[in-house]
C-alpha cells in the first residue's frame, strides 16, 4: 500500500506553503529520509524527506500551492514502479486523430497565403504544441535572442517584497551614518584566534563584536529596542538580535534568542549554524520570528554604503560594510586604518535624530575599544 507524501506543519500562521522543485523525478527509486522535494513557506524554505524506501510517485507539480497537510505524492512500498502510464497515454491521445490534420492543408491550398493566416486562427487542428513552437522560435532570433522568462515568485519573496513595501510605505525611516575604526578588534582576534578556535571550534569573528556593541547601545537607548503597537510603545526588556543571512532562495533573518545572555563564543557559533542550515533549507520558522534588533552585513558582498531597510515592527537596524584602509587623521597625524562605514536606519516615529546618532556612536566606541563592553562604562 502506498505511503502519503504530505506537507507538515511549519509553524502556526503557516497555512499553505509551495512547491519549489522536486529533487527526484515520477518514478524514482528514494530511500527513507532521502529528500526528495524543495518546499517554499512566506518565512524559510525547507526540504522534505520519502516517510519509507520505495518508489515516487508525484500528484503536485513544482510552482502549485498546497495547503498544510495535503498531499503531494505518494511512496509505493512494495517496489513497484510508480503508476505513470495514464499520464503517458494522455499525453499521446492527440496524436489519434488525424482527421484535423488532414483538412488544416487542404484549407491552405485552397486559399492564398494572406488568407490561409486568417483562416488558422479559428480552425482547432494547428493549435498543438508542436506547431506553436516552431512559430515563436523564429521570432526570438529574427530579434536578435531578446528572450524573457517568466518564472513565478517564491512565497519567501513574496512575503519579503510586501513587508518591505509596508515598512517603507508605514515608516518613517531615516539612516544616519558614522565609520569606525576596526584596528583594535583586528588586533584582538589575532591575537586569540588560535587559542579561541582551538577551546570553542569556531572562528572569532567580527559579528560577535557587533552583536556585544549593538546590545551595548541597546540598553543606553532602549527606544531603538521597542516597537509601535497601535497608540502604545513596547519596551523589550531583552535583546534578541535578527542576523540578515542571504541564501540563495532570498535573504532570511534568523534570531539569536537572548543575545544578551551569550558569549562570543556562543554567538559565533550560532551564527555558522543559522548560514549552515539556511544553506540547507532546514531553518525553522520559529527561528526567523520575534526579534527585536537586526543586524545585517552587506560588506561580505563588498558593499562601500548603503541604507538598509527595517524589518517590521522593529524601529532599528544597523547596517556593516566592507573593511578599507584609508588616510585618517590621528594625534595630528595622518595615518592607514582599517575603517568601515556603518549605517543606522531608525523609524523616526519613535526614535529622534539625537538618540540615533549617539546609538550610532556608542556603537563606533565600543568597537574601537572592545574593552568597554566588558566594563559597561
Request: glycine share 6%; hydrophobic share 40%.
Amino acid at each position: 500500500m502506498p505511503i502519503e507524501l504530505t506537507i507538515p506543519s511549519v509553524g502556526e500562521s503557516i497555512t499553505e506553503v509551495q512547491i519549489a522543485e522536486w529533487l527526484k523525478a515520477d518514478g524514482d527509486t528514494v530511500k527513507k529520509d532521502e529528500n526528495v522535494a524543495v518546499i517554499d513557506s512566506e518565512k524559510t524554505t525547507f526540504e522534505l524527506p520519502a516517510p519509507q524506501d520505495g518508489k515516487l510517485k508525484i500528484l503536485r507539480q513544482a510552482g502549485e500551492t498546497i495547503q498544510v497537510g495535503g498531499v503531494v505524492g505518494q511512496i509505493e512500498a512494495d517496489g513497484e514502479p510508480a503508476k505513470s502510464e495514464p499520464a503517458a497515454k494522455k499525453a499521446k491521445e492527440p496524436e489519434k486523430a488525424p482527421a484535423p490534420k488532414k483538412e488544416a492543408p487542404k484549407a491552405a491550398e485552397e486559399k492564398p497565403k494572406a488568407e490561409a493566416k486568417v483562416a488558422e486562427k479559428p480552425s482547432p487542428a494547428p493549435v498543438s504544441k508542436p506547431a506553436a513552437r516552431p512559430a515563436t522560435e523564429p521570432r526570438a532570433s529574427a530579434s536578435g535572442g531578446r528572450e524573457r522568462e517568466v518564472v513565478p515568485m517564491t512565497m519567501l519573496r513574496k512575503t519579503a517584497a510586501r513587508r518591505l513595501a509596508e515598512a517603507k510605505q508605514q515608516m518613517a525611516m531615516l539612516t544616519t551614518f558614522n565609520e569606525t575604526d576596526v584596528s583594535a578588534v583586528q588586533a584582538l582576534r589575532a591575537a586569540h584566534q588560535e587559542s579561541f578556535e582551538k577551546r570553542y571550534q569556531v572562528k572569532l569573528g567580527f559579528m560577535s563584536f557587533f552583536v556585544k556593541a549593538v546590545i551595548d547601545g541597546l540598553k543606553q537607548f532602549p527606544q531603538l529596542n521597542a516597537e509601535i503597537r497601535d497608540t502604545d510603545i513596547i519596551y523589550h526588556n531583552y535583546y534578541d538580535i535578527g542576523v540578515a543571512i542571504a541564501g540563495e532562495r532570498g535573504l532570511v533573518v534568523p534570531v539569536l534568542r537572548n543575545a544578551e545572555r551569550m558569549s562570543f563564543a556562543d554567538i559565533e557559533k550560532a551564527i555558522g549554524d543559522f548560514a549552515k542550515r539556511s544553506r540547507e533549507g532546514k531553518l525553522k520558522p520559529d527561528e526567523l520570528e520575534g526579534g527585536t534588533f537586526t543586524i545585517t552585513n552587506g560588506g561580505v558582498f563588498g558593499s562601500l554604503l548603503s541604507t538598509p531597510i527595517i524589518n517590521p515592527p522593529q524601529t532599528g537596524i544597523l547596517g556593516m560594510h566592507s573593511i578599507q584602509e584609508r588616510p585618517v587623521a590621528l594625534n595630528g597625524q595622518v595615518v592607514i586604518r582599517p575603517m568601515m562605514y556603518i549605517a543606522l536606519t531608525y523609524d523616526h516615529r519613535l526614535v529622534d535624530g539625537r538618540e540615533a546618532v549617539l546609538f550610532l556612536r556608542r556603537i563606533k566606541e565600543a568597537i574601537e575599544n572592545p574593552a568597554r563592553m566588558l566594563i559597561e562604562v
